[in-house]
Structures are given as structure tokens and as C-alpha cells.
């Protein structure tokens, strides 16, 4: 499964996000959860207490003279699953963590090289093995521009409202829009009422595949930096992450 | 007065520009908007409407394709790319809307 989670910011990508990957990993697959958002959200919903978990400059070199390829990739012998392996953290339930882009320990040419290792990881990953599933950045101005390339399937979170609305409908043109094949669905979450659903689909033009209903829970999680899979594991939301979840692996689509 | 309001997404950015913006239009002041962001919505919590908030981004979009001339100065910017909103309040999208290139 090569999933992204993408929507306006606030929208509940990291809670969902983080939900599915730990309902993934019970599941016995293993799961690499990255997060291209500069701001902590994923770690807290896997159930991780840090924020920051970079490759480190020791992973990264330039690429030697007369060799194709960017200017930066992985050190000579170390792969995509080595470098996995080795730097990303491990969640509970076995989900192992990495995260690009957080300024206090990355800056600079620092940050750019391990941009290029990231890439590498997401592109190299053997298919069969790893399901990644990506929280990218909210907004829609950086989701596509190269990170959200190795998502088979996009998946906009969108909750009822007219700017979350407006901001899927600019989602779903950017992603339809590239050259790479891959589909592109909604997610409804903070579901309140009949009729919130049917409108997310209207509006979106959209296949609505996960329906999240509203739940306390999830703020509350997300007020302790908690994951609700550990606050809440009854939730309404978090059975409708573990829907959504068997929903995509039936489908074998993602 | 020159006021930007920033913060994470979700965190009511926009809603609180919208309702200060009015709220100062009402009290008398001649307010202009600015929508700042690549996702610009502004417009919808201003009251405009989901049509032309849409109107308004691809009269942006259409700039960067080359399909609008720059306006040459700020007059002709909230001219030509804004809108009037409730109260007398205009509204005008300025943000960097970037195309994502593949790749």
C-alpha cells in the first residue's frame, strides 16, 4: 500500500493518519508512516512522544563523479530498507517512523541533502514489503511537489465545511493533474449529520471511501498528544479508521 | 493600521481576518482585505460566496499562465484582482499559487 493523506490544515489528516498505520501494523504488516509536515502531529497520533526523527547527515553523500542520478542520495551500500532499518523510529505496534523537514535539527544543506534521501527511500522501498503511508503537508501548495509522488492513492481529508470543501476540490485538480497514475479519494471526517457525507461527495466530485464521524475523542487525543488508538480505542472515529483500513485492503487498490 | 495574521493550519486564520476585516469596515474604516494564502479562502469566510472566491483564484491562476497582465501598481492590483465584500470591505487574492512541476 503506497497511501498520502492530504487535506486543508486542521482537517484531521495526522489523527487519521496515525490511526491507520497502527491499525495497519496490528494487522502483522509493516508499515514505514512519514511525515512531510513541519509540524509534529504524526508522532503524536502514532504514540510517540518525540517529534523529530530525521536521517541523519551520516545517511546522505553526493553522488560520485560520472554517476547518473541527483546530487544526493543514500551512502554507497546502505538501501532504502538498510536506511529504514537503521534511523527510523519505532512506534508501538511495530510502525517505524520518519520524518522530513523539522527545522530544529535539520537546516540548510542538511535538510537539503536528506530531501533527496527521503525521495529515494519512498521511491526504492520494496513494494512488497513495505505499505508507506505519507501525512503530507496541509494547504495545497507543497503536497504535490515531489513528495506526494509516491502515493499510488491520494486520500483528502475533508471534513463538512466550505473552506475544507474548496480546498479538496484545488486537492483533487493537482493530483489529477500530474502524470502520475494513481487515484484519488475522500475521506469525510468530523461527520455530524445526515447529508454531510452526500455533500463532501457532491462537492468534491469525489469517491467518499472512509466516513469518520465526529468524535471528542479525537480532539481530546490530540489536546494530550496522545494516540487515539491508545486514548480511545472504542472511539467511533478510531472503528471508522479500522473500516477505512479493510476497506482499502480489500481493494487492493491502494 | 497593517495587520497579518498567521498561524497553523486550521487554527482559524482566516475566520479571524474575515471577521476583524468586517468588523473594522463596520466602525468606519476603509478595510482591504488581502488573501495571502496558496490555498486562498478567504473570500468564503468574508461572505462572498463559493463562486467567486473561486473567480478570484483563477483570475491569480491566470496571472502566473500569463493569461492576466501584472497590475502595475497596488491601486490596479485590488482593482483588477479583488472583489467587494460585505460591508465595504475589499478583498483582493495576492497569494503565490504555485503549480506543482512533476517530478
Known amino acids: 500500500m503506497r497511501l498520502a493523506f492530504v487535506g486543508k490544515g486542521g482537517v484531521g489528516k495526522s489523527a487519521i493518519a496515525g490511526t491507520f498505520c497502527r491499525v495497519l501494523a496490528r494487522q502483522g504488516h509493516p508499515v514505514l508512516a512519514i511525515d512531510s509536515d513541519p509540524l509534529p502531529g504524526l508522532a503524536y497520533s502514532l504514540g510517540l512522544a518525540i517529534s523529530d526523527a530525521p536521517l541523519p547527515d551520516e545517511a546522505v553523500e553526493e553522488r560520485a563523479e560520472g554517476e547518473d542520478g541527483p546530487r544526493y542520495r543514500l551512502r554507497t551500500g546502505l538501501t532504502a530498507g538498510d536506511a529504514v532499518d537503521r534511523y527510523a523510529v519505532t512506534a508501538p505496534d511495530g510502525v517505524r517512523f520518519l520524518q522530513f523537514g523539522k527545522h530544529r535539527s535539520q537546516t540548510g544543506r542538511g535538510l537539503f541533502r536528506s530531501q533527496f534521501a527521503f525521495r529515494q527511500i519512498t521511491r526504492e522501498l520494496p513494494e512488497d514489503r513495505w505499505n508507506i503511508i505519507g501525512d503530507l503537508p496541509g494547504g495545497t501548495r507543497q503536497p504535490f511537489t515531489g513528495w506526494g509522488n509516491f502515493a499510488r492513492t491520494i486520500l483528502i481529508v475533508v471534513e463538512p465545511t466550505a473552506k475544507s470543501l474548496l480546498t479538496a476540490r484545488r486537492l483533487s485538480r493537482l493530483a489529477l493533474d500530474e502524470e502520475h497514475p494513481r487515484r484519488v479519494l475522500a475521506v469525510a471526517n468530523k461527520v455530524r449529520e445526515d447529508g454531510d457525507v452526500e455533500m463532501v461527495a457532491d462537492r468534491t466530485g469525489l469517491e467518499v471511501i472512509g466516513i469518520v464521524p465526529w468524535d471528542e475523542a479525537l480532539a481530546e487525543a490530540e489536546q494530550k498528544m496522545a494516540a487515539p488508538i491508545d486514548m480511545a480505542p472504542d472511539s467511533p472515529a478510531v472503528k471508522a479508521v479500522e473500516s477505512l483500513v479493510e476497506q482499502l485492503s480489500e481493494e487492493r487498490i491502494a | ?103
Open chain 2, 1 to 103: 493600521m497593517r495587520v497579518a495574521v498567521v498561524g497553523k493550519g486550521g487554527s482559524g486564520k482566516t475566520t479571524t481576518s474575515a471577521v476583524v476585516a468586517r468588523t473594522l469596515a463596520r466602525h468606519g474604516a476603509s478595510v482591504v482585505a488581502l488573501d495571502c494564502d496558496s490555498n486562498p479562502n478567504l473570500g468564503l469566510s468574508l461572505g462572498v460566496g463559493d463562486f467567486e472566491t473561486e473567480r478570484l483564484e483563477s483570475m491569480r491562476e491566470s496571472l502566473d499562465e500569463g493569461g492576466e497582465e501584472h497590475a502595475p501598481g497596488w491601486d490596479d492590483l485590488i482593482e483588477r484582482f479583488g472583489s467587494d465584500a460585505p460591508d465595504g470591505v475589499r478583498l483582493a487574492v495576492v497569494s503565490r499559487i504555485d503549480n506543482p512541476s512533476p517530478g
